[in-house]
């Protein structure tokens, strides 16, 4: 896991547009797809551009300036609400920060790496000092018929690398003495709160796009805050999958830690 705060690199893009005195109300989450997105977000022949750029390892290459709009979400199709105000098209860039996790946004649990989610929590964290607590939102829900990015990163996990970032005392050492009657899984020497999230995430996700944007069928692995497994066994999707929605997710963690350490 990489050390806070990240390293933070001036590289200034060549495309932006003119915020017209608009404030900054909602950052937006992008995933890459692609590799050398460091020089094409420079220049680039569509004027693309984005306000910060998190890399593999970490680093955060900052591209066009707060007093600026960036162009990344300012499509005609695209539509974000804030309040009972709705921006559109070209409006979303003056009134938007955000940011692009570059990925291959292959679906899989490779598409981020730890260091990356980090920095992107340090990054939300940053801005909100800058600028409020304004909320973050996924390029895809803004521009849902063009857009699927980032993909499997939902506003969930976003806020909990955010939340991470604010602690950033507690992930990595293993001094950290594990509460009694956690969840803390055989042969995982990570922290045990994030396989509770894991099998929360687990159960708020039945039926639809879980963690890494995989059907909830073909989740039996995850990872852990050290890139570690934390694994569902079979017996435990069932008692998962058959809860009623009545059932809080706390509650079911509590259920599996029983049937695990009774
Ligand atoms: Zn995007």
Request: aromatic letters at 6%; a positive charge; charged letters at 20%.
């Amino acid at each position: 896991m990489a050390s806070l705060p990240p390293k933070v690199i001036e590289h200034p893009s060549t495309h932006w547009s003119d915020r017209q005195g608009e404030s900054i109300r909602a950052i937006v989450g992008h995933g890459t797809a692609g590799t050398d997105s460091l020089a094409y977000l420079t220049k680039n022949p569509r004027k693309v551009s984005i306000p910060y750029l998190i890399a593999r390892d970490g680093t955060i290459y900052h591209m066009v300036p707060d007093s600026r709009a960036a162009n990344h979400a300012g499509a005609a199709t695209s539509t974000l609400l804030i309040g009972n105000k709705v921006y559109k098209g070209g409006e979303v860039n003056r009134v938007t920060t955000g940011f692009e996790l570059e990925s291959l946004q292959e679906g899989k649990p490779t598409d981020y790496t730890m260091a990356q989610l980090l920095s992107m929590g340090w990054l939300i964290n940053d801005m909100r000092r800058k600028h409020g607590a304004i909320p973050v939102v996924r390029h895809a829900t803004l521009d849902p018929t063009r857009r699927s990015d980032p993909v499997g990163l939902t506003v969930a996990m976003m806020e909990s690398w955010a939340d991470r970032a604010a602690h950033p005392g507690v992930p990595d050492t293993p001094t950290i003495p594990d509460p009694p009657k956690q969840a803390q899984l055989p042969g995982v020497n990570g922290l045990v709160f994030s396989c509770s999230a894991v099998v929360a995430g687990f159960y708020m996700s039945r039926g639809g796009p879980g963690l890494f944007g995989l059907l909830t069928a073909n989740e039996a692995h995850k990872t852990d805050a050290r890139g570690q497994l934390c694994t569902i066994t079979p017996t435990e999707r069932v008692i998962i999958k058959n809860a009623p929605d009545t059932v809080p997710h706390l509650a079911l963690r509590d259920e599996i830690t029983k049937q695990r350490w009774p």
